[in-house]
Structures are given as C-alpha cells and as structure tokens.
C-alpha cells in the first residue's frame, strides 16, 4: 500500500494490525513461518497449501507489504485474502 496523502497535505497513517498480530491470527488455521524478515504462509489468495503468500511490517513501520509467489496477485487482493482470514481490517487501515 502506498502512502495516501489526504487533502489536507497530510500523510495517512496505517492503524491496522501490525505483520507479527496477522502471523498470530492465521497460525490457529495455517502454517506460518518467518524467514529473512517475511512471514510465509500458503497462497492465502488461491487456497494453495504451499507457502507462497508472503507479508511483512514495512521497514517505516507504516503499513503491510506483501507478495504472492503463485501469481503475482495485485497488493490488493492479497490483502483483502488476508483481512478475510484474520478478521482485521488491513486494507483500509490508514486514517488522517
């Protein structure tokens, strides 16, 4: 997710769950592993079992970046994949 910058000028913040509290809530469910600073898990946005969805804290600490190994699936719809798995709101995290 890139930074939104809102009328006012101003930078949006991410309020959401941080990449550690998602790796907690999908654990129950799936596996999750962390290597090299990601967090892996299976292919949360095409019910693959194989680890190919990756996500991470941004090194700013203002939001989520993911990957999808599988197919390449926009930011977007990984995480959307993610939201529905853990309950959160990831997305649209970000306020003034």
């Not at 309020?15 to 129950?28: D, Y």
């Not at 991470?56 to 798995?85: H, N, T, Y």
Request: with cysteine.
């Amino acid at each position: 997710m890139e930074n939104v910058k809102h009328a006012t000028g101003t930078r949006a913040r991410y309020v959401g769950p941080t990449a550690a509290r998602i790796a907690e809530l999908i654990a129950p469910r799936q596996r999750v592993r962390f290597e090299r600073g990601w967090f892996w898990t299976a292919a949360v946005c095409h019910g693959s079992e194989r680890d190919l969805t990756a996500f991470r804290q941004r090194p700013d600490g203002d939001g989520i970046d993911v990957r999808c190994k599988s197919a390449g699936c926009s930011r977007e719809r990984v995480i959307r994949s993610l939201e529905q798995l853990t309950g959160e709101s990831i997305w649209s995290a970000y306020s003034a």
